[in-house]
């Protein structure tokens, strides 16, 4: 036994992501999931953290005009 639920992982994949069989096989399992959103990380950087991270490490120098 596999430990994938291929008719499950079949379906999200023909109706959720509209994927033709041949797309669908040709894919790797890793690939399908990650499609799939699995081990998705968190949200990207929003505005707030990359100005304290500009301000942490400016673009310029302090004595450059």
Not at 20 to 25: D, E, G, L, T
């Amino acid at each position: 036994m596999s430990g994938f639920d291929w008719p499950d992982l079949m379906r999200a994949g023909f109706c959720g992501l509209g994927l033709q069989p041949a797309q669908f096989w040709q894919l790797t399992p890793a690939e399908l999931l990650l499609m799939l959103g699995e081990g998705a990380s968190d949200a990207p950087m929003g505005r707030a953290r990359l100005e304290e991270l500009a301000k942490v490490y400016p673009d310029k120098m302090e004595n450059e005009t």
